[in-house]
């Protein structure tokens, strides 16, 4: 399934920084594969390091193929976003029940992170408030219960 994945123009650079970071890591990693291959230990001795580094680059080539293909479905937001609805790239302010207003940009799931206050599309808090206007109230499911949520701004 080949679905676009929203992204910032921030979002991408990151994602590509990132990305060249691994690629360079590459190279530094088969070197110490073989580096450990050619010490000359006992098979026991081996293992663990030769184990270690092996799990490091299966970790890193995972990585690396997780963003070239976000990369590849990658749908750059570049229009500004309507003050008037929440949309992708906008930045809202939320009232959740009883709690202090609270500013989020909403983003695609490859830049999502609550805790720096970037909720997906894709979460059930980002395809409630999807479409609507400030002022307007929605009702949300979530693992933790049910929540109400005023969309307080949005721009």
Not at 42 to 50: G, H, I, N, V
Not at 96 to 110: F, H, P, T
Not at 122 to 149: C, F, N, Q, W, Y
Request: aromatic share 2%.
């Amino acid at each position: 399934m080949n679905k676009e994945v929203y992204l910032t123009q921030e979002g991408k650079l990151k994602l590509e920084a990132e990305l060249e970071g691994l690629l360079k890591m590459r190279p530094e990693l088969s070197r110490e594969l073989e580096s450990i291959s050619a010490e000359g230990l006992s098979f026991e001795d081996l293992d663990p390091a030769y184990e270690a580094v092996k799990n490091e680059i299966a970790m890193l080539e995972s990585r690396i193929v997780q963003i070239q293909d976000v990369l590849s479905r990658g749908r750059i937001i570049t229009t500004a976003p309507a003050v008037d609805t929440v949309t992708i790239g906008s930045r809202i302010r939320l009232k959740i029940g009883d709690s202090e207003d609270e500013e989020y940009m909403l983003v695609g799931s490859a830049e999502a992170n609550p805790r720096e206050g970037r909720i997906s599309n894709e979460s059930p808090v980002g395809r409630a408030v999807l479409g609507k206007k400030p002022g307007e109230e929605v009702s949300v499911h979530t693992p933790e219960g049910d929540l109400r949520i005023r969309i307080m701004a949005n721009g």
